[in-house]
C-alpha cells in the first residue's frame, strides 16, 4: 500500500503555474513533517540525490524552501484532508524535474531538510517547464 501519492505535475511554459498534491493514506501521517524533493532528468535515482524543495512542519506554522524557490513556492498541508500541496508559480525550465512528497516519521516534530531525514517517499510526479 503506497503511504503517499503524488498528483499534479504536467507540461507547462515558462511563467506559467502547477500546483502539486500529496494525499496520504494514514491519519497518522498528519502529525508528521513534510516535504518535497525533486530530482531532474539524468540525475541518479535515489531518493538521497534528491534536491530539497520545501517543508512543513506538523502543524503548518513553520516552513523551509530552497533559496531558487522562494517567493516563486508555497508549501502548504490541510490535515483535515490528509494532504500537502505544494504551490508553484513563475516557473522556470530549471524546476523541470520528478518531484517527490517525502513524510518524516517524527510526530510533531520539525521540518527537515535533508532526504535523509525522511521515512516515506512517494513514486514522484514529473514537471516539465518549456521555455
Known amino acids: 500500500q503506497a503511504h503517499l501519492v503524488e498528483s499534479g505535475g504536467g507540461l507547462v511554459q515558462a511563467g506559467g503555474s502547477l500546483r502539486l498534491s500529496c494525499a496520504y493514506s494514514q491519519r497518522t501521517f498528519s502529525t508528521y513533517p513534510m516535504a518535497w524533493f525533486r530530482q531532474a532528468p539524468g540525475k541518479e535515482r535515489e531518493f538521497v540525490a534528491s534536491?530539497?524543495?520545501?517543508?512543513?512542519?506538523?502543524?503548518?506554522?513553520?516552513?523551509y524552501y530552497l533559496d531558487s524557490v522562494k517567493g516563486r513556492f508555497t508549501i502548504s498541508r490541510d490535515n483535515a484532508k490528509n494532504q500537502t500541496y505544494l504551490q508553484m508559480n513563475n516557473l522556470k525550465p530549471e524546476d523541470t524535474a520528478r518531484y517527490y512528497c517525502?513524510?518524516?516519521?517524527?510526530?510533531?516534530?520539525?521540518?527537515?531538510?535533508?532526504?535523509?531525514?525522511?521515512?516515506?517517499w512517494g513514486q514522484g510526479t514529473q514537471v516539465t517547464v518549456s521555455s
Open positions: 534536491e530539497f524543495v520545501a517543508s512543513i512542519n506538523w502543524s503548518g506554522s513553520s516552513t
Open positions: 517525502a513524510a518524516r516519521q517524527d510526530q510533531w516534530g520539525r521540518a527537515a531538510l535533508e532526504p535523509d531525514d525522511y521515512h516515506y
